[in-house]
């Protein structure tokens, strides 16, 4: 199959989030698959900084159209066989900018503007190669099949099977009436069956509807999404589509996090001899000014500091942190007030060690050195640490729901027996949980037996994206017999 992946961020080219690790390893997966792949993405600042400013351009704006409102070129950057095409869409007026969506004072005023260009040229510099699939990523993508429907897509000889991934319906797009023109889309789009919501342009709502085909990242998020409590306010036209929306649980790139051979840490391990894991563990201690304990319980966390991600309950537990016989490792950026938190957590427990950055080897790190990963979020679609906490060997603590509960098996006394365990998972969104759960993982450090019993059974568990890859291949195949019976019809 020929299949356009367009997406707002892509690891290795450009991260915020989970989002690029999925998009990432879901295109290279593809391609190693022998499908013709291509990936758009935007030319960030830092895509730019990483040297590929003077990459070759494939595209530009012609008689043909799009007829777009700044200068925009697309270029393909370099990537390793047999891996995806890379398309990068270069409007430095839009993209040349400190952060991807936003800066510290929030996010961009004009991101209705640089998102609708960087879908009409990605779709434009991809369409003479005819894809048979167009799969769009969350919000910034969603006008994808929106242009294709309004026939504003050029180059497609037919028009291609539509899917659009919710990475995470919270975050869904939405502007004043007053920037339509931005869509550049005729004025009758704008409308309460397609992208007119409240009187606002919903960027997110116009893709759902437009979509042959809506996906989301577990099974578990696809359930939660169509209740009132977790719909943000899409719950009843989720439950309308003529197709449920589809959980594909994510993947893990099991090349990247791999313990036996990850060159993040000071010494390989795999479930056999452990051995490296300690030392991984001592490095953590070490590199977070917390004592060499080898015995102590190390809890882990790495993540972005907001409400969503359980912050506001590691507040909440701060009198009972220091109390602890435990070491804490905390890791990541966000909010002003939980970046606040994590310093004055460092500066005033012993036994808590923090640091306020982004930090690929220390994410690493801290995946391999700690004995239990927290993951204390209020919701999550599906989430990859607990992924790759287990195949580092290290316990994950979680909340249970959305992807979470799809990937940790409670340590209960029934999957003890079966030997199917491999975490701690709470049930309610509260301290006195969060108290339990870290209370449960002392506990089970105390008694070997069990702890290397959770480990064993995480670092055997099939994370990798060949399960999830294929799920993504079906959906292609079923959504193009779709189409091809209406084209007969």
């Given at each position: ?9 892509a ?5 915020t ?5 999925v998009?990432?390893?879901?295109t ?31 595209w530009?704006?012609?008689?043909e159209?799009?007829?777009?409102p700044v ?14 095409r ?14 991807l ?24 510099a991809a369409?003479?190669?005819r ?23 050029v ?10 991934t ?11 009436a ?7 889309l ?32 577990s ?8 209740t ?10 989720l ?46 201690q ?5 004592p ?20 506001g ?17 905390l ?27 982004f ?7 801290v ?13 999550e ?9 287990q ?5 994950p ?21 079966e ?25 089970i ?9 959770l ?19 079906e ?15």
């Open positions: 199959m020929r299949i356009l992946q367009i997406t707002p961020e690891r290795p080219w450009a991260k989030g989970g989002l690029a690790d998009a990432g390893a879901l290279d997966r593809l391609a190693r698959r022998g499908h013709e792949v291509t990936l758009a993405i935007p030319l960030y600042r830092t895509v730019r900084e990483d040297g590929h400013a003077d990459a070759p351009i494939v530009r704006p012609g008689a159209g799009p007829d777009l200068p925009v070129v697309v270029r393909e950057l370099a990537a390793g066989s047999p891996g995806p890379v398309l990068a869409v270069d409007a430095p007026d839009l993209f040349d900018r400190e952060g969506y936003g800066d510290t004072y929030g996010d961009y005023s004009d991101n209705l503007l640089r998102f609708s260009v960087f879908v009409r040229a990605a779709l434009a369409g003479p190669s894809p048979d699939v167009v799969h769009a990523h969350d919000w910034q993508a969603a006008l994808a099949p929106v242009y294709v429907r309004a026939g504003l897509a180059g497609t000889d037919s028009r291609p099977a539509l899917i659009l919710l990475h995470n319906l919270a975050y869904q797009g939405q502007f004043p007053d920037r339509w023109a931005d869509t550049g005729p004025p009758e789009w704008f409308r309460a069956d397609r992208l007119e919501s409240f009187g606002r342009i919903h960027l997110l709502k116009g893709g759902i509807l437009a979509a042959d085909r809506v996906t989301t990242v099974p578990g998020y696809a359930r939660e999404i169509g009132p409590a977790l719909g943000f306010g899409l719950d009843g036209l439950a309308g589509l003529p197709h449920p929306v589809e959980g594909i649980l994510n993947g893990i790139d099991t090349e990247e996090w791999d313990p036996a051979r990850d060159p993040h840490l000071p010494a390989p391990f795999e479930p056999a001899d452990l051995g490296g894991k300690a030392a991984a563990k001592a490095a953590l070490a590199e977070f000014g917390l060499e304990i080898p015995d102590v319980p190390l809890f882990g966390l790495v993540s972005r500091l907001v409400e969503q991600k359980g912050l309950l590691i507040e909440a537990v701060r009198g009972r942190l220091g109390d602890w016989p435990a070491q804490f490792v890791l990541g950026t966000g909010e002003p007030r939980f970046e606040a938190l994590l310093r004055d957590l460092a500066a005033s427990l012993p036994n808590v060690g923090a640091r306020v950055a930090s690929e080897r220390l994410a690493h790190l995946e391999a050195g700690s004995d239990f990963f927290l993951m204390p979020s209020a919701f679609p599906c989430g990859l640490n607990q992924m790759i906490s195949r580092y060997g290290t316990i603590v979680v909340h249970g729901v959305g992807g979470l509960a799809d990937t940790v098996v409670d340590v209960s006394p029934e999957a003890l027996a030997g199917s365990a491999t975490g701690i998972v709470f049930r309610h969104f509260d301290a006195p949980a969060l108290c339990w759960a870290i209370d449960t993982a002392i506990e450090h105390a008694d070997p037996v069990r702890l290397d019993a480990r064993q059974a995480g670092m055997r568990t099939d994370f990798s994206w060949e399960r999830s890859g294929r799920r993504y291949e959906l292609y195949e079923r959504t193009l017999a779709d189409r091809r019976a209406e084209r007969d019809d």
